[in-house]
C-alpha cells in the first residue's frame, strides 16, 4: 500500500505516543468496522454470483435444447457446452468483477487493521521504552 493512500490512523507520530494511544482503540474499531461490513459485502457478491451462474445455466440450457429441438444441430447440448456459454454470460461476468472488486476493498481494510494492530504494539514497547529512560534519569512518569 503507498505511503500516500495510507489513512493517518496508522502513522505513528513518535512525539506524541500518549495521544496516539489513547486515540488508537477508537480507530480499530471504526476500521474493524468495515472490514465487517466489507465482509459482508463479499458475501452478498458470492450469493449473487451463485444467483448468476444460474440464471446462465438455465437460459443457455434453454436455449441450446431450443436449437437441438428445431433442427438447427443434430449435436445434443452437452452440460460442459452449456456451462461454458453460461460462464460467458454478461451477467455472470459483471457479478464475478463485483466480487472481485469488493474482495480488494475487504483486504485493503484489512491490511489497515492489521497495521492498527501492530501501531498498537509498538506504542506499547515505545511507551515503556520511554518510561524506563526516564526512570534512569530519576523523572517520575505521570500515566
Request: charged fraction near 30%; charge should be negative; hydrophobic fraction near 40%.
Amino acid at each position: 500500500m503507498e505511503r500516500e493512500k495510507l489513512p493517518p490512523e496508522v502513522l505513528v507520530d513518535p512525539g506524541r505516543i500518549q495521544e496516539n494511544y489513547i486515540t488508537l482503540s477508537g480507530h480499530i474499531a471504526y476500521w474493524c468496522t468495515l472490514h465487517a461490513d466489507a465482509s459482508f459485502e463479499v458475501h452478498q457478491a458470492k450469493d449473487a454470483l451463485k444467483a448468476a451462474e444460474a440464471a446462465a445455466y438455465l437460459e443457455a440450457s434453454e436455449s441450446r435444447w431450443r436449437i437441438f429441438d428445431a433442427g438447427m444441430t443434430k449435436q445434443r447440448p452437452t452440460e460442459k457446452v452449456v456451462e461454458s456459454i453460461a460462464r460467458q454470460s454478461e451477467s455472470v461476468i459483471n457479478a464475478q468483477a463485483k466480487l472481485a472488486a469488493y474482495q480488494r476493498e475487504r483486504d485493503r481494510i484489512s491490511a489497515i487493521v492489521q497495521a492498527l494492530e501492530a501501531k498498537a504494539s509498538m506504542l506499547i514497547t515505545l511507551g515503556a521504552d520511554r518510561r524506563t529512560e526516564l526512570k534512569h534519569l530519576n523523572v517520575e512518569v505521570k500515566e
